[in-house]
Each structure stands twice: as structure tokens, then as C-alpha cells.
């Protein structure tokens, strides 16, 4: 079974042409969701060739026991270890996260790129990729569904739902 990161690797470069040579992620739900891990820091870089997972020391040991289908870098200097790895691949385009990301964050992604030479590519294309992955269930989804969140349906009928 591929992972989730897999999966947008090939909607973005084998399925699909985005084109773009690379997609970023930054949010929260996103990598999360692509990930399976909750760490406060995170940066998701996927290049055609290679998936990255950008973090600091507080998170290099966990993540590298915790996620799989990709690198884990472990970073100093989060900037600096992103512009190398666009640099190694040669990206001269980049899909940037839209919904989710803030403007003052997306400003600094695209100072990066511009330092770069690299094209941001700020519009929607990366975050509908990522909905219609999320939008085919995988079997651990199914399973999480089946086993944790069904079961809980009737308590909600049982002890009524509060709305306000």
C-alpha cells in the first residue's frame, strides 16, 4: 500500500502534469494528513524524483521512526536546508500550498523562490490534488472509520447533540 506522500507524488508527476517541477507544504493539516505526524515543525517538499520531510531537532528522531515514503531532514537552518534541496533538483517552478497558508507565509515562500530563481505557483492547483487524494479512502481510513468513529454515532443520539 503506498503512503499518502506517495500518492501526491504521483498525482503531481506521473498521473497528472501540474506543471511544476516541485510542490511545498507547510500547513498543519496537510502534512499532518500526508504524514500521520503532529509536530509543530514541518515543511513537506516533493520534488519528481524524491519527497522530503523538513524538521528540526526537537522531531528528526520521531519522524524518522513515524513516517514513511520519504527523506527526513534534519535541520539547522530551515531556509538554508530548503533552498539546497531546490537547488539539487533543479526546480525551476514550485506549487504552493493556497487555502492554507497565511499571506505572510506565502510572502516568505515567495521571497525564497524569487532568491532562487524559481517561479511560486500560487493558486489552487496543489490544494485540489490534495482534496481528491483525501477524498479516496484508503484502507487504514476505512478501518479508523469502521472501528473508532462509527461506534460512536449512538452516543450522540443517546446524550443528544448540543448545538448552539
Given amino acids: 500500500m ?3 506522500l506517495e500518492r501526491l507524488q504521483e498525482a503531481l508527476f506521473i498521473e497528472g502534469d501540474s506543471g511544476a517541477d516541485g510542490a511545498l507544504l507547510i500547513s498543519e493539516p496537510n502534512c499532518r494528513y500526508l504524514t500521520g505526524f ?3 515543525s514541518r515543511t513537506i517538499l516533493v520534488t519528481k524524483e524524491e519527497v522530503y520531510f523538513l524538521t528540526d531537532f526537537r522531531y528528526g528522531e520521531a519522524a524518522r521512526k513515524k513516517i514513511q515514503g520519504c527523506a527526513i531532514v534534519e535541520y539547522r ?12 533538483h533543479n526546480i525551476k517552478t ?6 492554507n497558508l497565511s499571506y505572510g507565509e506565502s510572502e516568505k515562500y515567495r521571497s525564497i523562490c524569487e532568491g532562487l530563481g524559481v517561479e511560486p505557483v500560487l ?3 496543489l490544494d485540489t490534488v490534495l482534496r481528491t487524494l483525501r477524498a479516496v479512502k484508503q484502507p487504514r481510513d476505512v478501518l479508523l ?20
Fill in 145 to 164: 472509520l469502521e472501528v473508532v468513529i462509527l461506534p460512536q454515532i449512538p452516543n450522540a443520539f443517546i446524550h443528544g447533540v448540543h448545538l448552539p
Fill in 2 to 4: 503506498k503512503t499518502n
Fill in 94 to 99: 514550485l506549487l504552493l500550498e493556497y487555502d
Fill in 38 to 40: 503532529p509536530c509543530s
Fill in 123 to 125: 493558486d489552487r492547483t
Fill in 77 to 88: 537552518d530551515a531556509r538554508r536546508s530548503l533552498e539546497e534541496l531546490l537547488r539539487r
